[in-house]
């Protein structure tokens, strides 16, 4: 079995920082893709940053300049630092990982339980 642990959300004001953590558990054979996502009440799960086993990252273009996505391959683990937060980061963070357990069988994607991140104004 798999699992994505997170933590580090919080109620922080506007322009405050925060940093969520991410460690992969379990059988893995190889992590690929690794990101995180958030999910505002009413609003659709979006993707907030990416990176890739070789660390190429992107970012939607709402946190661009504020929010940088680390990642640790040797323990499994992902990072994101939010600086400058707004109230519209206020979300759900889901930490998210494409995951191949054995040699050559698929990638599965796995979410993590999500930490609620609140921003007030």
């Known amino acids: 079995q798999v699992q994505l642990v997170e933590s580090g959300g919080g109620l922080v004001q506007a322009g405050e920082s925060l940093r969520l953590s991410c460690a992969a558990s379990?059988?893995?054979?190889?992590?690929?893709?690794m990101g995180w996502y958030r999910q505002a009440p009413g609003k659709q799960r979006e993707l907030v940053a990416v990176?890739?086993?070789?660390?190429?990252?992107n970012y939607t273009d709402a946190v661009k300049g504020r929010f940088t996505i680390s990642r640790d391959n040797t323990k499994n683990a992902l990072d994101l630092q939010m600086n400058s937060l707004k109230s519209e980061d206020t979300a759900v963070y889901y930490c998210?990982?494409?995951?191949?357990?054995?040699?050559?069988?698929?990638?599965?994607?796995?979410w993590g339980q999500g930490t609620q991140v609140t921003v007030s104004s």
């Open positions: 998210n990982a494409k995951i191949a357990r054995r040699i050559s069988v698929s990638v599965i994607n796995y």
């Open positions: 379990g059988i893995i054979f190889r992590i690929y893709d």
């Open positions: 990176s890739s086993s070789s660390g190429n990252t």
